[in-house]
């Protein structure tokens, strides 16, 4: 179609600017520390078929997977106005139990189907299972937490209270879970109220081709980022330590065949799926596939569903890259995806040594705490994922003790910790010289020393430690 590309910028700042307002919501009214303050959440706004539009500057890792979540509610569900679906369900389109998905319709006057949906995932510090924190060493999915196939928890603007309280005694902490969820309820709401605004004030008709624009857009820029790169196959390999209980590596192996504008990306050789709980449902490999290949384009683009359209990706059944039922996958969501972004980095950077880094810290350094408070007499669950060094960068060092690649969460400030927990932050820090050196360094870890209050259970999953 042809379009004013003026036009389109506004309809892109516009529709970005709703995903963006979504996740105040959360920022703002949130109960969790790791909600409101670390942002481990993510907005997107998508078009009546379901498929991706925009998205808010929020966590890859979310993004890339939540149009499978979408997809499953539309598959399972027959929204009506005021309607919002539920799910976790990492093999119904999640990524791990903890991350919760609400998904609205937005419907228009005169129209019988839903013409859009909003949604939003967030992190909850606790969702049962065997463990504080909902991040055990698990060895299939049932001792992880609680699991929400797509249900409707709002029926016509009502609350399923009883959905409600089922989720809420299946939890450590109902208090906090239940303010987490009623603001993820209003964040899809607002979400709502602000594109019947955008169609009150455009039209639908031009909506609906803008989104569309949108989208072809990505597309051809993603393809043009493609094309700059030489024609050919690239292999790599890398592995996670192990997984808990068996010892000894996992290997993922990837082969990157790009061709014209086109790339297909096959995870054949990959170690099968193990007794732990680094699986990796196929919705994380498709986020972390996702991301590399949208960062890869300079330009501002929206991340949406034109981005995928260049991809091909083949990720055998029951690997530790597309786990099959009933595996345990709370850490693949965020240990394993974290290496299949260094194996596809790593291919890459034999096409495009120009533009790919060295390996970052590659972990998320999970750490979950949880007890009982004897002051505020009642249980706690902290989660928080560490940040560490970014590896260095063609033409520079990397950064410094951040989030990086599939997390874009911040570290809890440490008064916004010592408040909400019987916890005292005894150190935060850099830790100097631990990046690697060389012409540009890697980027330096972080120290991060903790004193319990009381008696507390610890969980740490991580790697390459």
Same mark, same amino acid.
């Not at 192996?253 to 449902?281: C, E, M, P, Y």
């Not at 972390?288 to 981005?307: E, H, K, S, T, W």
């Given at each position: 179609? &042809?379009?004013?590309?003026?036009?389109?910028?506004?309809?892109?700042?516009?529709?970005?600017?709703?995903?963006?307002?979504?996740?105040?919501?959360?920022?703002?009214?949130?109960?969790?520390?790791?909600?409101?303050?670390?942002?481990?959440?993510?907005?997107?706004?998508?078009?009546?078929?379901?498929?991706?539009?925009?998205?808010?500057?929020?966590?890859?890792?979310?993004?890339?997977?939540?149009?499978?979540?979408?997809?499953?509610?539309?598959?399972?569900?027959?929204?009506?106005?005021? &309607?919002?679906? =539920?799910?976790?369900?990492?093999?119904?389109?999640?990524?791990?139990? /903890?991350?919760?998905?609400?998904?609205?319709?937005?419907?228009?006057?005169?129209?019988?189907?839903?013409?859009?949906?909003?949604?939003?995932?967030?992190?909850?510090?606790?969702?049962?299972?065997?463990? +504080?924190?909902?991040?055990?060493?698990?060895?299939?999915?049932?001792?992880?937490?609680?699991? =929400?196939?797509?249900?409707?928890?709002?029926? #016509?603007?009502?609350?399923?209270?009883?959905?409600?309280?089922?989720?809420?005694?299946?939890?450590?902490? /109902?208090?906090?879970?239940?303010?987490?969820?009623?603001?993820? +309820?209003?964040?899809? *709401?607002? @979400?709502?109220?602000? $594109?019947? !605004?955008?169609?009150?004030?455009?039209?639908? *008709?031009?909506?609906?081709?803008?989104?569309?624009?949108?989208?072809?857009?990505?597309?051809?820029?993603?393809?043009?980022?493609?094309?700059?790169?030489?024609?050919? *196959?690239?292999?790599? !390999?890398?592995?996670?330590?192990?997984?808990?209980?068996?010892?000894?590596?996992?290997?993922? #192996?990837?082969?990157?065949?790009?061709?014209?504008?086109d790339v297909t990306v096959d995870f054949t050789g990959t170690d099968t799926q193990v007794k732990g709980s680094l699986n990796a449902v196929y919705a994380v490999t498709l986020s972390a596939v996702a991301y590399v290949f949208r960062v890869l384009v300079q330009d501002d683009i929206p991340f949406n569903a034109g981005c995928m359209a260049p991809l091909k990706v083949i990720a055998p059944r029951g690997t530790v890259v597309n786990a099959s039922f009933p595996a345990?996958?709370?850490?693949?969501?965020?240990?394993?995806?974290?290496?299949?972004?260094?194996?596809? $980095? @790593?291919?890459?950077?034999?096409?495009?040594?120009?533009?790919?880094?060295?390996?970052?810290?590659?972990?998320?350094?999970?750490?979950?705490?949880?007890?009982?408070?004897?002051?505020?007499?009642?249980?706690?669950?902290?989660?928080?994922?560490?940040?560490? @060094?970014?590896?260095?960068? /063609?033409?520079?060092?990397?950064?410094?003790?951040?989030?990086?690649?599939?997390?874009?969460?911040?570290?809890?400030?440490?008064?916004? $910790?010592?408040?909400?927990?019987?916890?005292?932050?005894?150190?935060?820090?850099?830790?100097?010289?631990?990046?690697?050196?060389?012409?540009?360094? @890697?980027?330096?870890?972080?120290? #991060?020393?903790?004193?319990?209050?009381?008696?507390?259970?610890?969980?740490?999953?991580?790697?390459?430690?």
């Amino acid at each position: 179609m &042809d379009y004013d590309p003026i036009k389109l910028e506004i309809f892109k700042n516009a529709l970005i600017s709703i995903a963006e307002e979504m996740g105040a919501v959360l920022r703002r009214a949130a109960y969790s520390p790791n909600i409101k303050e670390r942002q481990d959440f993510s907005c997107a706004i998508f078009d009546g078929q379901g498929k991706m539009v925009v998205q808010g500057e929020h966590l890859p890792v979310h993004l890339g997977s939540m149009p499978l979540s979408v997809a499953q509610v539309i598959q399972d569900l027959d929204l009506g106005p005021d &309607d919002v679906a =539920i799910l976790n369900d990492p093999y119904r389109g999640g990524t791990h139990l /903890p991350d919760i998905t609400m998904v609205a319709p937005v419907y228009v006057p005169g129209e019988e189907v839903p013409v859009f949906f909003v949604a939003n995932r967030a992190h909850h510090a606790d969702v049962g299972g065997m463990t +504080w924190g909902s991040m055990p060493l698990a060895t299939e999915i049932y001792q992880e937490g609680l699991i =929400i196939p797509p249900l409707k928890l709002v029926n #016509r603007g009502q609350l399923d209270v009883g959905l409600m309280k089922l989720i809420l005694a299946n939890v450590r902490t /109902p208090e906090e879970r239940e303010g987490d969820l009623i603001t993820q +309820w209003s964040s899809d *709401t607002l @979400g709502t109220r602000r $594109l019947l !605004e955008i169609v009150s004030k455009y039209g639908l *008709t031009q909506v609906r081709e803008y989104m569309k624009a949108l989208q072809q857009y990505a597309e051809r820029m993603v393809r043009a980022a493609i094309a700059q790169l030489p024609d050919g *196959t690239y292999c790599f !390999e890398d592995a996670l330590d192990d997984d808990g209980i068996d010892s000894g590596p996992i290997k993922i #192996r990837v082969r990157v065949s790009i061709k014209h504008d086109d790339v297909t990306v096959d995870f054949t050789g990959t170690d099968t799926q193990v007794k732990g709980s680094l699986n990796a449902v196929y919705a994380v490999t498709l986020s972390a596939v996702a991301y590399v290949f949208r960062v890869l384009v300079q330009d501002d683009i929206p991340f949406n569903a034109g981005c995928m359209a260049p991809l091909k990706v083949i990720a055998p059944r029951g690997t530790v890259v597309n786990a099959s039922f009933p595996a345990a996958v709370v850490g693949g969501n965020v240990e394993t995806s974290q290496r299949i972004v260094d194996v596809l $980095l @790593g291919a890459l950077s034999q096409a495009a040594p120009h533009l790919i880094p060295a390996a970052s810290s590659g972990t998320m350094n999970n750490v979950t705490i949880g007890g009982f408070d004897p002051i505020r007499k009642a249980p706690f669950s902290y989660y928080e994922t560490i940040g560490g @060094g970014m590896g260095a960068r /063609p033409n520079k060092n990397g950064l410094n003790g951040i989030h990086t690649h599939m997390t874009n969460t911040l570290n809890t400030p440490v008064e916004a $910790l010592e408040s909400a927990y019987p916890l005292r932050v005894m150190a935060y820090c850099l830790r100097h010289n631990s990046g690697g050196a060389g012409v540009f360094k @890697g980027g330096e870890g972080i120290r #991060r020393e903790i004193k319990f209050l009381c008696e507390a259970k610890v969980t740490v999953l991580s790697d390459r430690r």
